[in-house]
């Protein structure tokens, strides 16, 4: 495993559209590692492929519940709604508040390609749609609303 570098949100990798991981390969399996450890190492509760530099369909989340991985996530039902701050390990020392679903349903692989489905509310459910927004070249600041003294 080894630490790769996290994207800032100058950097145009984060605004391009990932593209689906066709076959897992060691290669996709030492991506997931590395992630793991560098959002980890960057105090994170999630990080996708293009925060360090990959195009893929990648994204890894631990909301303190243990590590999650997904390949090829694709949102299926997302109900509800719930407004709070959110930061970014690509948008350092920014937070801002966003209006994000409150129950989540993903569909994705595992590392051994297999069909998972994980479901989040609360903080899993803006995680999900967070890192999920990633891989379309979307950050939190284009979601983001204005501060309550503000509206």
Known sequence: MAKRQIRISTDEVLRKICKPVKEITPNTLTL???MAETMYDANGVGLAAPQVGVLKRIV??????GLVELINPVIVEATGSQIDYEGCLSVPGASARVDRPAY???EALNRDGEKI???????MAVALCH????LDGILYIDKALPDEDEA
């Open 104 to 106: 989540v349903k993903v």
């Open 32 to 34: 997931l590692d590395d």
């Open 131 to 134: 890192e999920l927004d990633h």
């Open 117 to 123: 489905i994980v479901e989040g509310e609360e903080l």
């Open 60 to 65: 890894v989340i631990d909301i303190g519940d």
